[in-house]
């Protein structure tokens, strides 16, 4: 073709293409340019029992700049991360820290049970004939941590330390390689660890000698930390009789009751501190950890049904400690600038205080001896003579398996004879065969319930009893007030920080087991072994 044929091109068109192409051509060097955040040398993770984002929303105004108000305005947070079902303190936490759900991560919840033995115990326990700490282990954690993998991609040239008020939930924070994991003994306040974690430094050593639970435990209550008029949506009687706990020698269950109250919250805080002046994290040739477990569950211990007003102090006090820890490792560690602090809640309990019998309210007593015993007698009229219920443990009955075989009936037949039977009791909502739980047969939310069910713990029929109903006689009959079921969502609340993550709010449930992708992914090292979740891309 002649180039008289091509179209002709005025000097200012040209110059305006010219001058476009220039601002593109930069603006994609700009872009090629841009290089990453620096990745943080220290990260900061809390878990935090029972934290609920309505208390947060209620008490927001009350809160100090520094603290949970720091978090909302200033990190990613996340409204809703969803567990599927009701979990404990113990399974909740490990589903943060390796992205998997029990199924896979092996804690179904904080206590195993031993269905050769027929007795329950620690999840966390390797010995359950010897229960103490030095016993205490990871083993039953079956896939990494965050921290695992954090040791894992420096080499071992970085440092973890995990701490919390027990032993569950230090060592969900710890994992199998951290360098050490202190919770406090139960029997003398003291901070312990396990043989599981070789290093209890002279950090500890000596602070246990001078700042142990059991040497302030005699000072230290519990009572209202602001004017009781300032608590919201407070009735008039809590009001005149404002709570007052004390700690004193006369308690039998002194430690565990400090344990649970959220002022335990402030020797954490006070520990974590002393590791940030002292171990110097964030100086190492790799990135540090230090993993911290805090409680705002409601108190055990209490005495009134109504517990908001100490629910609500423990808010305040956490607001407090989330603000020094802050502050701490702004001023004796590496700086916010430099650190990924995540602060995740596990689901508060959906279990509550019974209500006062004036109001009418339905409910009742599950007996779960008088359960046990109903259905021998009909499974003996069925198959025959035996011991066919050989216990009961966290919703599920055991069927005897040794007498299945020597009886030689289908253990299918059994388990839908069992459940049809427990159907019909008074106070049971729900009864599921595990047969029917594993292929995800039930009413609702089945896959959340299939994949937080551990076939090697898990019974063979799975019991939900009706809201307003007590168990009694189960594993939960040992607390120290009387607790009754109520149907709950299973969420809480996160928070992530981190250098060069711009802060905004996700109001859609996003699921756990994202959390610790998410974390390892921001540090630029690979997911749990557990994690088949895609991280949030923040």
Known sequence: MALSNYPTINKTTFARTLATAFVMAMTYSGLKAETPASRPVLVVGVTVEGLSADYLELLRDKFGPDGLNCLLNNAVTITDLDFGTPLDGAAAATIIHTGAAPTVNGIAAGTFYDKDNRRSFSSFLSDPTDDIPANYSPARIISTTIADELRIDGGGMCEVHSIAPDAALAIAGAGHSASSAHWISDTDGKWVTSKAYPDSSPLIQNYNRTHSVATVLDTLGWSPSISVN?????????????????????????????????????????????????????????????????????????????????????????????????????????????????????????????????????????????????????????????????????????????????????????????????????????????????????????????????????????????????????????????LVERMASSTSPAFIMAPGITPQKITTPVDARILAPTVTGLMRIRAPSGASLAPLRL
Request: charged share 25%; hydrophobic share 35%; glycine share 8%.
């Open 230 to 482: 300032d608590y919201p949506d407070i009735p008039s009687f809590r009001r005149a009789y404002p709570f007052s706990i004390r700690f004193g020698r006369g308690e039998t269950e002194r430690y565990r009751m400090f344990k649970s109250a959220p002022v335990v919250n402030q020797v954490v805080t006070d520990l974590a501190i002393e590791y940030l002046r002292t171990l110097e994290p964030g100086t190492h040739e790799a990135p540090d950890m230090l993993s911290l477990a805090y409680t705002v569950r409601p108190y055990p211990y209490g005495r009134d049904n109504d517990y908001k007003l100490e629910t609500m102090d423990g808010y305040l006090r956490l607001d407090r400690d989330i603000a020094r820890l802050i502050k701490a490792i702004d001023k004796n560690g590496p700086g916010m600038d430099r650190t990924l602090l995540f602060v995740a809640g596990t689901p508060p309990t959906p279990r509550t205080r019974r209500d006062d019998d004036k109001w009418n309210l339905p409910g009742g007593e599950f007996h779960v001896k008088r359960a046990i015993s109903l259905l021998n007698l009909y499974l003996i009229q069925k198959f025959g003579n035996g011991e066919w219920i050989t216990g009961y443990h966290n919703g599920y009955f055991y069927i005897n398996p040794t007498l299945v075989a020597n009886l030689e009936v289908d253990p299918v037949v059994v388990r839908k004879e069992t459940a049809a039977f427990l159907r019909r009791m008074s106070g049971v909502a729900y009864a599921y065969t595990i047969d029917e739980v594993t292929s995800r047969d039930i009413h609702d939310n089945s896959e959340a319930v299939c994949r937080n069910t551990r076939l090697d713990s898990s019974g063979d029929v799975l019991v939900t009893v009706a809201p307003g109903w007590q168990i009694i006689d189960g594993d939960i009959a040992s607390t120290p007030v009387p």
